[in-house]
């Protein structure tokens, strides 16, 4: 039973932060890229931001540079986006996927969790 869980998301104003986990059991993160993924009402899904399985590369969709950041603790075999700077149009279900590869693939992302809401409106 391999699983990713999603947390932290919830409603917040404009301007503020949120910060979401993704927590594996089952398996170790060590060895997968990790992407944050998002769907907001009325659109499809959407890649916001990978971290390479060594935690030494990052990216991120242009809509969210400079204000969210993506971090791995595997010792906790956790990894974390931290939201800073809401706006409105940030407004989505966030998913979290693992890669079984050096870096997020959307066709490689093999395991998803059922996502948590984030709301930011005033």
């Known amino acids: 039973q391999l699983q990713l869980v999603e947390s932290g998301g919830g409603l917040v104003q404009p301007g503020g932060s949120l910060r979401l986990s993704c927590a594996a059991s089952g398996f170790t993160l060590d060895y997968y890229a990790i992407g944050w993924f998002r769907q907001a009402p009325g659109k499809g899904r959407e890649g916001v931001s990978c971290i390479s399985s060594s935690g030494g590369s990052t990216n991120y969709a242009d809509s969210v540079k400079g204000r969210f950041t993506i971090s791995r603790d595997n010792a906790k075999n956790t990894v974390y986006l931290q939201m800073n700077s809401l706006k409105p149009e940030d407004t989505a279900v966030y998913y979290c996927?693992?890669?079984?590869?050096?870096?997020?693939?959307?066709?490689?992302?093999?395991?998803w969790g059922k996502g948590t809401l984030v709301t930011v409106s005033s």
């Open positions: 996927a693992a890669a079984r590869l050096d870096w997020c693939l959307d066709y490689g992302m093999i395991y």
